[in-house]
């Protein structure tokens, strides 16, 4: 017997004074779904959870909740008017004798009950939304970008917790590893339409593509028609006095089909340029430590970072990760020990906190009034990488659009200061990037942009971030923070962290609680039993295990561009892609012929050492 919906939402349209938001979306809501609910930021996710949740009323259209089910929905910025602490808020609406699944969500969740709501953070404030929601245990919950200001060990909490619910959910993150273990549907918002497959986030990214290309084939089917029918409209008209009135009026609608599709929104034309070369040692850290009130953060750390090389932090909230990486910044002095700077350095610094943005500025005074950005006698011109750029273009490469230009800063999304600050960052040349938390609020295709610059960038990378998927796609060196002033070095990202972490007889060098000395980690000698030809060093070894992988997504993206190039009209249609292609496939056609003969090398090298 078929189960009736949780909810169900039906023709339901909804305009904020514009272009509609949803136009005839319908949505059904079983008992147990898991669904992923993905877009473009700005595309009406979290818009649609307040639809869903009952909070936002549509212009047409019904929504119908079974009469026996409930529905819980976390706030981006919780209302704590009233309470006088994070626990009274979560507690609220809750029996007393449920007040133990608050404890329970606090210490997973990592946030004290008894904050003060007057002196809590943010991410202190959505974290008890989280806890209250989780509490409360409706039979729907809607969470809306959980994840984040959430640590690893919170999100891999809060992942169990999902996994073993028997209520249904709708997720919204930026967290590809999140999505991908939770998920068994997708609900993609696009362009105001809304598709569904019941398929998990894993088939999320192939079901796009195929969407978009069988999209491009009729519009390519469409141009060539209304092609055909002006070209017979003008012939037509000198062959005869009268001319055919239905095939004009065809190729009037032909046109005006055209004309109302909805141009997909592009990604980021963000762009990094390094600036002059670095020393090939960037950062050297000997020896050092640095303690607040008598409790230790950094102990005795030693560390070497080469230029190129990608280094990523990871720990819990409040271990240090940022206070590690001032102290090899030189911002903060370290109470033992010694940091050296390489030559030549020239950083550029993603906060956390987005403290280079002021709220109360627009984006153009913003952009315009950064020193670095100014362009003398031109209002209206930043300077980007040594190129004067008109500000509103510089904005749009970041998808701002015009309305959004003297808006203040403070009316942005998480998503969009996070663009700003980057739009700013990336308008300078660099050679040593510090990206702190910079994941936060991104939606994918960003972060895919994000992880393609950082790819190709000539200089080095200091990362912190929680996005186990980003780690393992950008790092190739993992600081594990494991608190009271312990750190560990191990070569790759997260998943290479977990696997080393998890060996029994991983090297010394490598296990948990034993500071390391250097980012290049070395097993202790065996005893010179018998003459033994050496082993590939573990970075070797992992490097020789991970090229081939690397090389075969460089010959996708090979063949990808190659055919995007093999249109004989874009260079005429669009030269500025044009160029980007050509430029990219050059790029990437040098790293596939370095990457086969490192691995070429290394595989030699492994034989002889057998």
């Known amino acids: 017997m078929a189960r009736a919906p949780l909810l169900q939402l039906s023709d339901i349209s909804l305009t904020f004074g514009g272009a509609p938001i949803f136009d005839d979306l319908s949505l059904v809501v079983q008992p147990g779904d898991r669904v992923a609910l993905v877009g473009r930021n700005g595309s009406g996710k979290s818009t649609l959870m307040k639809v869903i949740a009952g909070l936002v009323e549509p212009d047409r259209g019904t929504r119908v909740l079974h009469p026996d089910a409930s529905v819980g929905y976390m706030e981006q910025e919780p209302d704590m008017a009233g309470f006088d602490s994070l626990g009274a808020f979560a507690a609220d609406d809750l029996d007393v004798a449920e007040h133990y699944r608050i404890e329970m969500a606090a210490e997973g969740l990592k946030f004290d009950p008894d904050r003060p709501v007057a002196t809590a953070s943010g991410g202190e404030r959505r974290r008890a939304a989280l806890a209250k929601l989780m509490a409360q245990a409706p039979d729907l919950m809607l ?15 809060l992942e169990q917790q999902l996994r073993e619910t028997r209520a249904g959910y709708i997720l919204i993150s930026h967290d590809r590893a999140f999505l991908r273990a939770l998920t068994r549907a997708t609900l993609w918002i696009d362009r105001g339409a809304t598709r569904r497959q019941e398929k998990g986030f894993e088939d999320f990214e192939a079901w796009r593509d195929k969407v978009w290309e069988e999209e491009d084939q009729a519009r390519h089917k469409l141009n060539r028609k209304i092609a055909e029918e002006a070209r017979w409209a003008v012939e037509g008209i000198s062959a005869r006095r009268k001319r055919n009135q239905g095939r004009v009026r065809n190729l009037q609608a032909l046109r005006a089909e055209r004309a109302s599709q909805i141009k997909r929104q592009g990604t980021a034309a963000m762009a990094l340029s390094s600036g002059p070369q670095s020393g090939r040692k960037v950062i050297e850290a000997l020896g050092i430590s640095k303690s607040f009130e008598g409790a230790p953060i950094v102990r005795d750390f030693s560390l070497t970072i080469q230029r190129k090389d990608r280094v990523a932090f990871i720990g819990p909230n409040g271990v240090g990760k940022t206070t590690l990486l001032n102290l090899l910044m030189k911002s903060l002095e370290p109470d033992t020990g010694e940091v050296r700077h390489g030559t030549n350095l020239v950083p550029v610094v993603f906060d956390q906190a987005r403290a280079q943005l002021d709220p109360d500025m627009t984006l153009w005074d913003s952009l315009t009034g950064d020193p ?57 040349d660099s050679n040593l990037l510090v990206l702190d938390e910079p994941t936060n609020d991104l939606d994918i295709e960003t972060l895919d942009l994000l992880q393609e610059l950082l790819d190709d960038y000539e200089g080095t990378v200091l990362l912190v ?54 980012a290049a980690t070395t097993a202790k000698p065996a005893e010179p039993a018998k003459p033994r030809k050496p082993k590939l060093s573990f970075k070797d070894q992992h490097r020789l295990d991970t090229l081939p992988e690397e090389i075969a997504r460089l010959e996708a993206e090979i063949a990808k561009l190659e055919g995007l190039l093999s249109d004989p009209d874009l260079f005429t249609r669009e030269p500025v892609k044009f160029a980007k292609a050509t430029e990219g496939l050059s790029t990437r056609q040098t790293a596939l012929a370095q990457a086969e003969e490192e691995w070429l090398t290394l595989a030699e090298k492994a034989e002889n050492a057998g």
Do not use: C
Not at 143 to 157: F, M, Q, R, V, Y
């Open 465 to 518: 971030s929680h996005d186990r998927d980003f780690l393992d796609r950008v790092a190739t060196t993992t600081v594990a923070m494991e608190g009271r002033g312990r750190q560990t070095v191990y070569a790759g990202g997260w998943t290479d962290y977990m696997a080393q972490r998890a060996t029994p007889d991983a090297p010394a060098d490598h296990k948990p609680g034993k500071p390391s000395s250097t």
């Open 372 to 428: 670095d950005m100014r362009v003398s006698g031109q209002a209206d011109q930043v300077m980007v990488r040594g190129t004067p750029r008109h500000v509103v273009g510089y904005l749009k490469d970041f998808l701002f659009d015009e309305r959004q230009v003297r808006a203040p800063v403070r009316s942005l999304s998480g998503g969009e200061k996070a663009r700003l600050l980057l739009a700013k960052l990336m308008a300078r």
């Open 143 to 157: 969470l809306d970008e959980p994840t984040n200001h959430l640590d690893i060990e919170a999100i891999g909490w």
